[in-house]
């Protein structure tokens, strides 16, 4: 028996699901040339965060992750009780980023969606195509966590009320379309035409950005700073996105224009990460023994 063969029969399901989805969160945070976000060339719009706080907030929130896995197994079914301990798992993940991050919001809305879709995978490892996954962990979204202590606004909250725009929950509780019908149709798209896998992830990543009300975006830039991000995104994918020449251009002036507006588009970065989660999915759960 080989090494490989060894770790793939001594890991549990909870433990494949936490392994990929601090791969995926290191693989966004790797990935480059990202507009406005920390990537391997520097901080982006950030002056707080950097790639090595980036890592070890990914490696930080392993845990959290599979304790999410282990209590879908356990309760094997969508319900409320699933629900409340996702909750109560999900801000004990955010309590231990801070504390490694040293107070920085780094990943908050990553344990939201991968914590959602470590969840929605465990409960049946059957059924594991993207579109099956996004619609459990959408029932699950959709159930009240009536143990959320009332706390002063967030940042999503904020913009959300005064813009009247969908965030992160309601994301979560449509199925995640930004990733159905955006981020993975291009991650593969980008791939058939061979445009290289950092190419085709850059694509993934600008159509979502393309699509989505990032309240990250809209908290520091607004109304116009969302509109720049979405159309920039846009003229890159349609210039032939990342791998063209155009696109590289038009990449690059979108980067300006995040870094001159402070914009940084968090929300589609974690949702870039969930694309590649569930692009893996199937794959690392039901590789066979010693592929892996
Ligand atoms: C339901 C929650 C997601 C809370 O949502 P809400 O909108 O109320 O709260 P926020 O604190 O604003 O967090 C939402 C985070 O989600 C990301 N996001 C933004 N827009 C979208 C979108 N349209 N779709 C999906 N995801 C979105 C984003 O996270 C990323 O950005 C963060 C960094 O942002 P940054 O602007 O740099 O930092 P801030 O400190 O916020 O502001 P500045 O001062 O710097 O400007 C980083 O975290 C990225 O991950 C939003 O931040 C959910 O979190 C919740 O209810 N949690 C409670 C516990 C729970 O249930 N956990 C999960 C169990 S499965
Ligand atoms: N690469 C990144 N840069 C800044 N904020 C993020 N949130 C999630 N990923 C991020």
New binding site residues.
């Given amino acids: 028996m080989t090494a490989l063969q060894v770790k793939h029969t001594q890991l549990s399901l909870a433990e494949c699901l936490a392994d990929l989805a601090v791969e995926v969160l290191i693989d966004e945070a790797d990935l480059s040339p990202k507009p406005g976000l920390v990537d391997r060339r520097g901080n982006g ?2 002056d ?2 950097h790639l090595g706080l980036m890592h070890s907030s990914a490696l930080s929130l392993w845990p959290a992750f599979k304790e ?1 896995a282990e209590a879908a197994c356990e309760h094997g079914e969508v319900n409320q009780a699933l629900r409340e301990t ?6 004990e ?2 309590v231990e980023m801070l504390r490694v991050t040293g107070g ?10 991968l ?2 879709l470590c ?1 929605a995978a465990a409960l049946d490892d059957q059924a594991l195509d993207a579109g099956q996954v996004t619609l459990r962990a959408a029932r ?2 959709m159930l009240d ?1 009536r143990a ?1 202590p009332v706390t002063t ?8 009320r005064t813009f009247g725009l ?7 509780q449509l199925g995640f379309p ?1 990733i159905i019908q955006h981020g993975l149709p291009q991650l593969l798209r980008s791939r058939s035409e061979r445009a290289g896998e950092q190419n085709a992830r850059l694509d993934a990543l600008l159509a979502i950005m393309s699509q ?9 830039a607004g109304l116009s700073g969302l509109d720049c991000m979405q159309g920039g995104a846009r003229a890159v994918i349609e210039a032939g996105g990342c791998v063209s020449l155009e696109g590289r251009r038009l990449l690059r002036d979108l980067d300006n224009d995040m870094l001159r507006l402070r914009a ?1 588009p ?6 870039l990460a969930a694309t590649l989660f569930l692009d893996r999915l199937a794959p690392a759960l039901h590789a066979p023994i010693g592929s892996v």
């Fill in positions: 719009a950030h707080d965060l999410m996702l909750g109560r798992i999900g801000r993940g955010e920085v919001n780094t990943h908050r809305g990553a344990i939201w969606a914590g959602l969840a699950i979204a966590d959320l606004e967030s940042h999503g909250q904020q913009v959300c969908p965030g992160a929950r309601e994301q979560a930004a989505l009300t990032d309240t990250c975006v809209l908290y520091r940084s968090g929300g589609a970065a974690d949702l």
